[in-house]
Nanobody, 115 residues
Framework: QVQLVESGGGLVQPGGSLRLSCAAS????????MGWYRRAPGNKRELVVT???????NHADSVKGRFTISRDNGKKTVYLQMNSLKPEDTAVYYC?????????WGNGTLVTVSS
């Protein structure tokens, strides 16, 4: 079993920054992809950014140049640094681990960008 716990969400003004963290526990393999997805009100869940165990990243176009993903394999933790936040970034952000063909999800953390 794999458990994922996100933290770091909250209310921020447009142009501000937030850092999300996701701590994984349980059976985490050395080769996997970790990432962040989000679901805005009324929308489907969408990719934000992922990072492989080798460090390759895949960003949604909407966050390129603003969001940075990183991971600490020793701590089994993935981070999302979000800068220059916009109201359209408002969503519940979900942590994901993809390994051996399976997907694991956290419960999500709410990010609200509003003045």
């Amino acid at each position: 079993q794999v458990q994922l716990v996100e933290s770091g969400g909250g209310l921020v003004q447009p142009g501000g920054s937030l850092r999300l963290s996701c701590a994984a526990s349980g059976r985490i393999f050395s080769i996997n992809t970790m990432g962040w997805y989000r679901r805005a009100p009324g929308n489907k869940r969408e990719l934000v950014v992922t990072i492989t165990s080798g460090g390759s990243t895949n960003h949604a176009d909407s966050v390129k140049g603003r969001f940075t993903i990183s991971r600490d394999n020793g701590k089994k933790t993935v981070y999302l640094q979000m800068n220059s936040l916009k109201p359209e970034d408002t969503a519940v952000y979900y942590c994901n681990v993809h390994q051996v063909g399976l997907d694991y999800w956290g419960n999500g953390t709410l990010v609200t960008v509003s003045s």
